[in-house]
């Protein structure tokens, strides 16, 4: 079993709409979590980051995380043509070392 | 862009000749990896290095190496390049005591 579980998707939502991600793991140790954005082609980029559980808000992004469930999540609200990519999340213990989901690859029709 | 420059940034070799990818960083950042990327498996931890001639292992590490004699270049070698090594490879680095990790282009490498 991977220590970190992501659905691959495809998804594919109406620009405005709201896209869900999530990602499950098993390792209680992880403490810090991660959404990358990829776009095709291109090396990912770091979208959101937050510590232990809670939420965090940067414009239309929201990153939530439940470490009891061991769950996280990314919402992003007023979906636009230029979000389509595959989002990774990432997660660490205290060390630096980052565990990855499978990417979910997400479209957002113009 | 994060100045991180990955090369070849495309690659079609044979299977069984040896393989070196290189990174660039003129970041001066300490710590350097290198990734493989495949459908299903999202991004998996080859090596990764900690400073100039430091080097450890990642999660797939069999049948690669990895050196580094400048900060700036960290260098993957396939020794002798098999199939089930085609592949994207992504170089990553990072800055002491950020968490933060910058991201190559990749390099997309075929083994026939």
């Known amino acids: 079993q991977k220590e970190v579980e992501q659905d691959p998707g495809p998804l594919s939502v109406p620009e405005g709409a709201i896209v869900s991600l999530n990602c499950t793991y098993s390792n209680s140790a992880f403490q810090y979590f991660m959404w990358y954005r990829q776009y095709s082609r291109k090396g990912p980029e770091l979208l959101m980051y937050t510590y232990s559980s809670g939420n965090k808000e940067d414009g239309r992004f929201t990153a939530q995380v439940d470490k009891s469930s061991k769950y996280i999540s990314l919402f992003i609200r007023d979906s636009q043509p230029s979000d389509s990519a595959t989002y990774l999340c990432?997660?660490?213990?205290?060390?630096?070392?980052?565990?990855f989901g499978a990417g979910t690859t997400v479209t957002v029709r113009a | 862009d994060a100045g991180i420059t990955q090369s070849p940034r495309h690659k079609v070799t044979e299977t069984g000749t040896p393989v070196t990818l290189r990174c660039h960083q003129t970041?001066?950042?300490?710590?350097m990896y290198w990734y493989r990327q495949d459908p299903g498996h999202g991004l998996r931890l080859i090596h990764y290095s900690y400073g100039v001639k430091d080097t450890d292992k990642g999660e797939v590490s069999d049948g690669y190496s990895v050196s580094r004699s400048k900060t700036e270049d960290f260098l993957l070698t396939l020794e002798s390049a098999t199939s089930s090594q085609t592949s994207v490879y992504f170089c990553?680095?990072?800055?002491?005591?950020?968490?933060?990790?910058?991201f190559g282009p990749g390099t997309r490498l075929t083994v026939l």
């Open positions: 990553a680095i990072r800055g002491e005591g950020e968490d933060t990790q910058y």
């Open positions: 990432a997660m660490r213990p205290n060390d630096y070392k980052l565990s």
């Open positions: 970041e001066n950042h300490r710590y």
